[in-house]
């Protein structure tokens, strides 16, 4: 099993500020590798896939970046309904989420 | 538009069974493989099986191989997971996800869209 490592569990930011989001696994997963958003009481919402490629109406200042073991998700301007959950997910093998940043206001 | 919507879940005592079922619309069904997705109350994300787009392979996560089965009716544009010698730790909400992949006939890839789920409760 691929073991996915997100850090840090939460990041305080303050709106129109750059968040920076962590992902490493513990084994090459290629670009492999996707990101969701999820709000409370929400399903999750894919946002990047192939580590670097924004999904459909995904606004630009989500982006994605790395391959191997080590990916980042930046939001490069926050807006307040930017504040959620994020989560990475390896799919170059049996799919591995992991556990989450949580992302609040600061 | 794209829709998927889950349905079978309820409170069932541990050692028992259950069906979920997941209805797709908006998209052409049997173009995609499938996924469960599991989220406890309070946690992360686990996915739990997959099937591709004919049913041919099926995938499933350690902690459920040998109790869960899932499986698919193209004809009916549906998703199933049968759930039986269920335990307390599968208690969660249970979403259905579409598949995306490069690679036609994998059963995994990254998940878009996901359904609102349909709670399990496993309790005595």
Known sequence: EIVMTQSPATLSVSPGERATLSCRASQSVSSNLAWYQQKPGQA??????????????????????????????????????????????????????????????? | EVQLVESGGGVVRPGGSLRLSCAASGFTFDDYGMSWVRQAPGKGLEWVSGINW?????????????RFTISRDNAKNSLYLQMNSLRAEDTALYHCARSVSTIFGVVWGWFDPWGQGTLVTVSS
């Open chain 1, 44 to 106: 999750p919402r894919l946002l990047i896939y192939g580590a670097s490629t924004r999904a459909t109406g995904i606004p630009a200042r989500f982006s994605g970046s790395g391959s191997g073991t080590e990916f980042t998700l930046t939001i490069s301007s926050l807006q307040s309904e930017d504040f959620a959950v994020y989560y990475c997910q390896q799919y170059n093998n049996w799919p591995t989420f992991g556990q989450g940043t949580k992302l609040e206001i600061k």
């Open chain 2, 54 to 66: 004919n049913g041919g392979s099926t995938g499933y996560a350690d902690s459920v191989k040998g």
